[in-house]
């Protein structure tokens, strides 16, 4: 389900990118970050450019979604950690006390 999620969220912003402005405003016409985000963090690039385009930059309680959008990817790219434990042939639990 977060692969899903993280898969719209690159989509969505390639789209918000290529179609508006949006992204050049929020970074500022560089393209450094917004690749790596991207690659790494989609949905806090994505909460970030969404929250920038609202207001007038980002300040106050518009941080709280771009905390959220991280939260998010942090919990996708953890998620996708511990699915991989059941694969690996040498893992073993910790043994209980």
Known sequence: ??????LFARIGLLVVW???PLVKNGFHDGWILPVLGIIFLPVT???YVVVYAFGNGVNG???LWVILGLLFDLG????GVSSNRTRIRRYRPAQQV
Request: net charge neutral.
């Open 1 to 6: 389900m977060g692969c899903l999620l993280a």
């Open 18 to 20: 290529l179609q508006t």
């Open 45 to 47: 690039t994505l909460s």
């Open 61 to 63: 309680a518009a941080w």
């Open 76 to 79: 996708m790219h953890g998620s």
